[in-house]
């Protein structure tokens, strides 16, 4: 069985900064790649950002130059330094691995998410 456990959402003010983190555990064999996901109140979810395991990155456009993705391979850990943050940032962020598993192979997970709001 696997299990994302995303920590550090909280409340912040306009301008700060907050750091998610997000460990995987359970029968994993390797990480394909590990990301960030965010909903806001009455709107989809959307990319916030992605790590390969081979360090690649892709980022929305809302985040350029504000956020940074992170990873620990050894660890499956995946980390989201939210710097200059922004009302708009406000929405519950979910961390999204593919992952292969022993047994059973290459697999989506979710994590149940952890709520950040930005006060202006």
């Known amino acids: 069985q696997v299990q994302l456990v995303e920590s550090g959402g909280g409340l912040v003010q306009a301008g700060g900064s907050l750091r998610l983190s997000c460990v995987a555990s359970?029968?994993?064999?390797?990480?394909?790649?590990m990301g960030w996901y965010r909903q806001a109140p009455g709107k989809q979810r959307e990319l916030v950002a992605v790590v390969t395991s081979g360090g690649s990155t892709n980022y929305a456009d809302s985040v350029k130059g504000r956020f940074t993705i992170s990873r620990d391979n050894a660890k499956n850990t995946v980390y989201l330094q939210m710097n200059s943050l922004k009302p708009e940032d406000t929405a519950v962020y979910y961390c999204?691995?593919?992952?292969?598993?022993?047994?059973?192979?290459?697999?989506?997970?979710w994590g149940k998410g952890t709520l950040v709001t930005v006060s202006s």
């Open positions: 999204k691995a593919d992952l292969i598993i022993t047994g059973s192979g290459r697999m989506d997970y």
């Open positions: 359970g029968n994993i064999f390797s990480s394909i790649a």
